[in-house]
């Protein structure tokens, strides 16, 4: 079989590499892919992400039998609906459904309607009512900006002048383009967070192991937000019971409602939780595997990943059993010093000839120039090992951190320390 990844991060890297398992997959290639994938599928870095045209135009001239879109901006942009109309099967939610993370105003809108438990928010189109609604407001608040944003759409003001500065940022000075025509005013939550992917067709649902991501630059969750510095899995916060609500309480009824609206969800859906003293509730809800969740759940996932996609893609999950296995997982990501702020790029990259059995190198941001390997990111590598507990998982992947070298290599030295002490208690 010929498969086609659209995108080009760590993510992708992860699902290539589980897609290479299977062994009636002959070729896989990443639109545009990057250096280090280039080890694993053939890439075509002329060909960006969010080129629909050209993608469809490729996967038809090379008669790609199966494609997986990955990244937010296509699904949002209609690459599966143009796909199908191309007659070509794929996994990811077409872009009425991809709404579910392009727009956090339908999100938002479709739990009230269905029940679904979250924070309790306002949408606002103009600013002055949102400055009016603020003087009320109790602090902290959290802002988001209604559309895709790079995961930096949303602000948690500690004060009402914070909350103004927020507001003018995102609406009047339009820091993150037309994504911030509209916002959501939102009701501030505590608790731990989890993240939970899940396959669905749009009736059945799989999820998948439950994950931990570290979204600030620094030690001790301190500093700015990133894409994410490092994961675990699975997140000792998500018990059986736990997870057993979600299911009830949010999972099958989100399938309901985007059924009901006329958008039936197919592909992978993101649920980013938060268990807090009233339950699970959702905080956002992404259309795609998560990076770097991605890096640690996927090779906890013991089926055959194509079988699963094809599943989906033939709404046939119902028949299928998705199994995983007992151990954990452990992602820490090598990233650009000053990321997420400026960064150099362009840096020789060193890599160990061969890593231990248990660990996999994903390459997120480098591109190959003259035979070497440079940095072209902020986010790099993700180094991932998996081990029978979370401990000798984060043990075997920050060793193999340190035998990655480039100027200015940067990472968190505390990934999973909150989940170990969780499993203390
Ligand atoms: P998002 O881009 O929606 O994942 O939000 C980024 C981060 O902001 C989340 O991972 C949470 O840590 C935080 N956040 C978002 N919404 C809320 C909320 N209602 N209450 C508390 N924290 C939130
Ligand atoms: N790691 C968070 C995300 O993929 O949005």
């Not at 996932?301 to 599943?311: I, N, R, S």
């Not at 940095?375 to 990655?404: I, Q």
């Amino acid at each position: 079989m010929k498969l086609l990844v659209v995108g080009g991060g760590g993510r992708e890297h992860a699902i290539i590499k589980k897609l290479k398992e299977n062994p009636s997959v002959k070729t896989i290639y990443a639109l545009p892919g990057n250096g280090g994938i280039a080890a694993d599928a053939v890439c075509i870095p002329e060909i960006g992400a969010k080129d629909i045209p050209a993608i469809v135009e490729f996967a038809k001239a090379n008669a790609i039998d199966f494609a997986v879109v990955a990244p937010d901006d296509p699904l949002a942009l209609g690459c599966v609906d143009r796909l199908h109309e191309a007659g070509i099967p794929c996994f990811g939610p077409d872009a009425k459904a991809a709404r579910i993370e392009a727009s956090k105003v339908f999100s938002k809108n479709l739990m009230k309607k269905y029940g679904i438990p979250t924070a309790s928010y306002e949408v606002f189109n103009d600013p002055a009512k949102a400055m009016e609604y603020l003087q009320s407001a109790s602090f902290p608040i959290v802002i988001k900006a209604d559309g895709l944003a790079l995961g930096k759409g949303v602000l948690i003001p500690q004060d009402l002048d914070e909350a103004k500065a927020a507001v003018k940022s995102i609406m009047e000075d339009k820091a993150f383009g037309d994504s911030g025509n509209e916002i959501v005013i939102e009701e501030f939550l505590t608790g731990p967070e989890v993240s939970v992917l899940a396959f669905t067709d749009g009736t059945a649902i799989r999820p998948m192991v439950s994950s931990m991501d570290h979204k600030r630059a620094g030690d001790g969750d301190t500093g700015l937000n990133t894409g994410g510095m490092g994961t675990i899995a699975p997140n000792p916060c998500y018990t059986a019971e736990v997870a057993q609500v979600c299911m009830d309480t949010i999972f099958l009824p989100t399938l309901a409602a985007m059924r009901s609206e006329g958008c039936p969800f197919k592909g992978c859906l993101y649920f980013g939780l938060m268990i807090t003293p009233n339950g699970p509730k959702v905080i956002e809800y992404n259309c795609r595997f998560g990076d770097p969740e991605t890096q640690v759940v996927l090779p906890l996932l013991k089926t055959d990943l194509l079988t699963v996609m094809q599943a989906v893609e033939n709404e046939t999950l119902s028949e299928l059993e998705v199994e995983w296995s007992d151990g954990a997982a452990a992602c820490v990501i090598l990233a650009s010093g000053g990321y997420p702020s400026a960064y150099e790029k362009g840096k020789v990259m060193t890599l160990p000839e061969t890593t231990p059995e248990n660990v996999v190198i994903y390459h997120a941001g480098d591109k190959l120039a003259g035979g070497l390997l440079l940095t072209s990111g902020g986010r790099v590598l993700g180094v991932t090992a998996t081990a029978p507990t979370l401990a000798e998982a984060l043990k075997d992947a920050y060793a193999a951190a340190e035998t990655v070298e480039f100027e200015g290599k940067y990472m968190r030295h505390d990934i999973g320390q909150r989940a170990l002490a969780a499993m203390e208690v």
